[in-house]
């Protein structure tokens, strides 16, 4: 019985410790062009990098890949009130992360986050769906400063929120990928900076 | 970029099953609305009973709890005990499901969840792992607990109240954000059990008591040596209460007390801990020193009085 227990807590801990592998390449590091700094995630297609508003306050952020590669990006659209942002970068991006359904979600589901925590590179955190989905996530998980812009997925690995907030409490919220769907369909009061320079 | 089937799969079960606990206990878990904020949760301990934290009964009256399929029942007051932080509330025809109960005690690394239901529809939930349990202990509020669980999870705003359960979806004990000073813990169920049963019974949970007053006195080394004692330090009576079990029993002022039962009472704190309500009506052999040398006396305590 001993040997089966250890097995199944092995098995899933290898299964986070892969599943941890795969996102880190579709998770990047942003710099800000005021000294900020979070995360960003490759969105499914490649063509662009989702991260939170606050992280890129100004109109172009610095890109770090899982491969080290540095990247000049310039923000292409925002939604302050979202505190969403879609990054372009002029080179080639890394795959893009699956996207999910965060509808979904359960009470009890389990999720994983990855970001660059405190400045650390591709940090997993484990935890669960606190409560039911709606167009904010709350979670159940540990998250630092660096974790905002990054990807929050599913137990299949698929992009579920955008990690933006923290509590006091131990409750983090995380951008639904509902709202990002509307946010990157238009339908929301997302500005869109290539126009804006056009003024 | 997909996770190997074997491992997608392995997670999804596993996702699949807590949030599976989550709801079927979440059928045992009710919404508690005794306070002007945020309802605190409660436990369907039997059909018409509920078992929460004091603390989020601010009221003693006009209480009323929110059933998982959304009923609101008139609830009423029937003990608490605010030094264990705990409180029963018949809801008469509430018609409630109770959890199983864990019988196995949990040990550190074993998973759990935490699961509340502060006013809303679904139920709130975290998950992480024990951290620590252990024995007799101080809670924050002065009381005196046989056992305590202590989990890695998030102390969501409403838990306070609500079940921790094993990954059998089973309760394990009832949290309480404020019996340790924030830290989230959880009276294990065989210590709610009885205190459960008292306030049922009595509507208070009694503190065994004495009626001796003392101070910590330090012995000498060559006492402990010729006495072949451990302990550094004893309990010097100083007062006995006339007709109170300490005096009935012959104990006398300036005996040092060294154990009641089998805890060592080296400073008020150890002997607080030995008058648990387990030791009303228990006699119990009570180590001292008389005279330089070694006695034991056998002493009942009583229930404190109010």
Do not use: C
């Not at chain 1, 097995?7 to 899933?12: C, L, Q, T």
């Not at chain 2, 509340?116 to 024995?135: C, D, K, L, Q």
């Not at chain 2, 056992?147 to 921790?164: H, K, T």
């Not at chain 2, 006495?227 to 004893?234: K, N, T, V």
């Amino acid at each position: 019985v001993t040997i089966d227990i250890t097995s199944a807590s092995a098995e899933v801990s290898g299964a986070l410790a892969e599943l941890a592998r795969h996102l880190a390449r579709s998770v990047v590091l942003v710099r800000g062009s005021r000294g900020s700094a979070g995360s960003g995630v490759v969105w499914e297609d490649g063509g662009l990098v989702i991260t939170n508003h606050h992280v890129v306050p100004g109109p172009s952020a610095e890109l770090v890949l899982y491969n080290g590669d540095r990247l000049p990006a310039r923000v292409v659209a925002r939604a302050p009130a979202l505190d969403l942002a879609a990054l372009e970068v002029p080179g080639r991006l890394p795959p893009g992360a699956e996207v999910g359904d965060s509808d979904r979600l359960r009470v009890g589901d389990l999720v994983v986050a990855m970001g660059n925590p405190m400045g650390e590179r591709n940090a997993p955190s484990v935890g669960i769906v606190v409560a039911a989905p709606d167009e904010v996530l709350r979670l159940a998980i540990s998250l630092r400063p660096g974790n905002s812009g990054g990807a929050l997925v599913n137990a299949h690995g698929q992009v579920v929120g955008i990690p933006h907030m923290v509590t006091g409490t131990g409750l983090a919220l995380a951008v639904s990928t509902r709202t990002v769907r509307r946010f990157l369909g238009g339908g929301s009061q997302a500005q869109v900076e290539s126009e804006l320079r056009w003024i | 970029m997909t996770l190997s089937e074997r491992s997608s799969h392995l997670l999804a079960s596993l996702s699949d099953e807590l949030a599976e606990t989550v709801q079927r206990v979440g059928r045992s878990v009710v919404a508690v609305h005794g306070r002007a904020r945020l309802p605190g949760s409660g436990l369907a301990w039997r059909g018409d009973l509920v078992v929460t934290a004091s603390h989020v009964l601010e009221r003693d009256a006009d209480l009323s709890i929110s059933t998982p399929n959304q009923q609101q029942h008139a609830a009423r007051l029937i003990g608490r005990d605010r030094a264990s932080d705990l409180a029963v509330l018949a809801v008469p025809g509430a018609a409630l499901v109770p959890a199983d109960r864990a019988r196995e005690a949990l040990a550190p690394g074993n998973l759990v969840l935490a699961v509340g239901r502060p006013g809303t529809p679904e139920p709130i939930a975290s998950f992480g792992a024990i951290s620590s349990t252990g024995g007799t202990w101080r809670t924050a509020q002065g009381g005196v607990l046989d056992a305590y669980l202590r989990a890695d999870i998030a102390l969501l705003p409403g838990l306070s109240g609500g079940a921790i359960v094993d990954m059998h979806g089973r309760l394990a004990g009832m949290l309480s954000a404020q019996l340790a000073g924030g830290d989230p813990v959880a009276i294990p169920t065989p210590t709610l059990e009885p205190l459960v049963e008292r306030l049922v019974a009595g509507g208070t949970v009694k503190r065994a008591y004495l009626g001796v007053s003392t101070q910590p006195v330090e012995l000498q080394d060559g006492m402990r040596v010729r006495l072949g004692l451990q302990q550094r330090s004893g309990l010097m009576l100083l007062a006995l209460e006339p007709g109170a079990p300490a005096e009935r029993a012959g104990l006398l002022l300036g005996d040092i007390l060294l154990s009641i039962g089998e805890r060592t009472s080296e400073d008020g704190e150890a002997l607080q801990m030995a008058l648990g309500p387990r030791a009303i009506g228990t006699p119990t052999r009570v180590r001292l020193i008389r005279g330089g040398a070694l006695r034991e006396i056998s002493v009942t305590p009583v229930a404190r009085p109010e």
